[in-house]
DNA sequence: CGCAGGCATTTAAACGGTTTAAGGAGATTT
DNA sequence: AAATCTCCTTAAACCGTTTAAATGCCTGCG
């Protein structure tokens, strides 16, 4: 490489100041068109690259805006993450991901660089046990956070997310229209605020329809396929075996159903499995998985939004959006048999 | 936000200079250590945060890495930067990770922006077509290029990735082992250096065996779940129904497993499908997924183990560096059966 | 002819760190 | 008491941009 090209090199080959440049590169209407078109084309012939630290250093605004999930390779952040990034590109802002896989200390240290680098805001769907405090040191220091998937209490940040205990009550009354009364819950935990609605959206469910919860049959356990295929190990010994089963997402569903398939049963006929998120994956699944959709779009979307419009100076309304989750209806689910297979 | 706390800021409550407090920070041993300590207490209590723009402005080193791949959602995708992010979260980079979805465009603007924001290096799956000169353009402005997964032509700069030919030999060789004659391959595409490399190693296995090759059962497509599934249906009408798949990669195997399931016919008997990648899905898939396994970690901690020795002043040797295949045999292939299932 | 006003450009001071040569204070040697 | 040596500390330049204020230069007008 040369030696850097930069806006005072610019300045000199044409006996400029570097404030015209800079203006000009800019397109500000105080440097003339003639002189604005002479500067550009000598940007370009040089190869100059615009830095963005010293720029940012100077207007601290940096273009960056950081995201933080649980674990991008799941289809359901990655759903999020594709709205997100669809919609900071248009407001040409750079983003920076990261994975905290629940750890506090990851998502704080991510938290720590996004600082260093003058991040312009922040969009997470928190780790489990965050403390408020972390959110803080982001908002007081001039990075605005916004939630996704997950909520916090004791803080006025804009979160948005599903309604789950609607949404999972909405799955629970599917299987209890279709007979079935002895109905598990599978995977997540009750430690978040979503594990906690959600189960609360089950029971509330099966109390309505006046089913004694077993608390036997709510199986905790990692949010992913292998969590769910091993989950059906353990479903299939009970000495009860629930004839239908409520997943904590997709993932877990497809797992459950591929260990009812090892057994030798058909999800569907023989159990019947409930997803929730509506991941592409799940309308090609075998059999096509009824399961609950979650708006991870719309969650992503409106997040990158309301973040972007905060920038901006609009006055997002802070507090929580839900989204209303829907029912998707296919094959993975179907009526109680009145003799079970075995 | 109270108002910002800078060096001077600690310099000053402390009566040193900002030169001090400086050296301090980062444990020169030109500070006293008393000294040291009493800066650092202070710069915690203050809630102080170190600006990277300002510094690295002057070190001309930001910490930064960019990775840009196809499309982070794509598992294969994501074991390689799960291995990336872990070896460069030991030397303390952040890391910005971008998809191209295959757009030259998208990926130059990557570049381009990565530049600006005084990228250290960059680690990338080039998109289709990507012409070298945009990989110069980083190097040219000092920001080492690395290469994972594909290859491109015309460049001497480091690349990690499979042996291509090799594993699709392994898994057609297998399958030809197995008895079967009409193989076909479905998924990708021959536009990349992957592409050719894979679709060789396929026609030489057939040719070795004495098998002709048909044109026609080589079917293009996308790589994902959703293409494997389309496939199946196409493969399902053909004339002459191949007794065996070679697929792209797990994705589409799984895709294909669930469209041959949906035709009632039993993947692994009816039908024999090969994976590639050995996704952690593949061993769950029913019937459990027969594929190659590919060394994706392998690849990505190999290749920000490079990155990060370049940029320490090691001289990591450039060129192609090809990681071995190898045969993972589960219960989707079986031998030929003499009257196939209709 | 002197001056107000408008336009295009320049000056110079930030922004918040790092770096290095030079300075200062004691302690030790001569 | 002067000279030398060790440690610590500091002043000042620098990194590449932005921006408020200042500067020329013209033109038009009373």
Redesign the pocket.
Known sequence: MAQ?I???TIAETL??????V??A??DS????A???DKIKEQARALG????RR??S????RSGIVGVVVHDIMNPFYGEILKAIEAELDRDRQTFILSNHYDSVEKQRAFIETLLQLGGDGVIMSPAIGTPPEDIRLAEDNGMPAILVARSIEGLDVPIFRGDDAYGISLATNHLISLGHRCIAMVGGTDQTSTGRDRYQGYVTALRKANIEVDPNLRIPGPRTMQGGFEAAVHLLSLPQKPTAVVCWNDLVAIGIMNGIARAGLVPGRDISVTGYDDLEDASIATPALTTVWNGQAEVGRSAARALLDKLNGSHEPDGIHLIKPEMRIRQSTGPLRSTPHD
Chains 1, 2 share one sequence.
Do not use: C, D, E, Q
């Open positions: 850097k930069k806006l005072s006996g400029v100041s570097t404030a015209t800079s203006l590169l800019r209407p105080l440097v003339a003639v002189t604005r100059y690259i615009y830095n010293a720029a250093l100077r207007t601290s």
